[in-house]
Nanobody
């Protein structure tokens, strides 16, 4: 069973940056799948933050356009999320989601806290 491990979360001041990574436990695995980052703040529904297709096409939530950048490194089996100009409203648990061909995988999450 493949697992996905997120890293890179933490506490940052408003206006700062963080870089999240999601690594698959099985080699040569992630290239076949669409990769996404979702987030869930306390008392709110989980929402899609960014998506990257197998061909590298990207989509972003309106609230993160121009500030966040999703990328993939198939050789390293990793999906990344670069977050710049962070705002207190970005505070949430961030989850990696990888899916395709009837498969669906979620990571355990990494906490991002932005102080004002």
């Amino acid at each position: 069973q493949v697992q996905f491990v997120e890293s890179g979360g933490g506490l940052v001041q408003a206006g700062g940056s963080l870089s999240l990574s999601c690594a698959a436990s099985r080699a040569s695995f992630i290239s076949r799948y669409t990769g996404e980052w979702h987030r869930q703040a306390p008392g709110k529904q989980r929402e899609l933050v960014a998506r990257i297709s197998t061909r590298g096409e990207t989509n972003y939530a309106d609230s993160t356009k121009g500030r966040f950048s999703i990328s993939r490194d198939n050789a390293k089996n990793t999906i990344r999320l670069q977050m710049n100009s962070l705002e207190p409203e970005d505070t949430a648990m961030y989850y990696c989601h990888v899916w395709g061909y009837g498969d669906d995988y979620w990571g355990q999450g990494t906490q991002v806290t932005v102080s004002s």
